[in-house]
């Protein structure tokens, strides 16, 4: 966590900046590997909308869709474009529309708000999540808990990847579509040369 923190902060960006980062350093190795590299990528990812006056507890977050610069090799760069998608994303006045229809669409048959979700996420090639966890260590019937990994719903992209921290380690859960990424052990080699590449940001700081 404080290697992942400390690389975005070299860029100007935070450990969600780096992680996304870090994705799309992956996923530009892994279309590379075969042979057809890309420029961008859409991907879906959560926009928090917390304030500082909102109570403790809870989320507050939109959803928002980025042209992500997957064919950009230089990480520090790709964390700055991210960043700045970001902050205007963030401050886009219609960014919590589903806020305010929410009551409306609470009504609606449980399959028009599925084929209604599912028509929202589809356009993207991917998700990505960062949760934030807990920054201390827990126990489970007197056993220490040593990693936590989260496994996020695929609602109708190629993959699904999520991070979570716990007790000052990151750890990221992959749900992909195996007639998408058919060599899970060549794209977990990209995603950690995606990774070793931001984390060596940190020496610059």
Known sequence: MSDLKAAGKAAGGSVNDAFLAGLLGAFRRYHEHYGIPVDLMPIGIPVSLRTSDDPMGGNRFAGARFAAPVGEPDPRTRIEIIREFVVTARAEPAIGFLELVAPALSRLPAAAVIELAAGM?????VQASNIPGMG????????????LYPLGPR?????????ISYDGTCCIGLNVDPDVIGDLEVFESCLREGFDEVLALRKEQ
């Open 136 to 147: 201390h260590p827990v126990y489970m019937a007197g056993a220490r808990v040593t990693g």
């Open 155 to 163: 609602p109708g992209v190629a993959a699904m990847i999520a991070m």
């Open 121 to 125: 996420t589809n356009v993207s090639g």
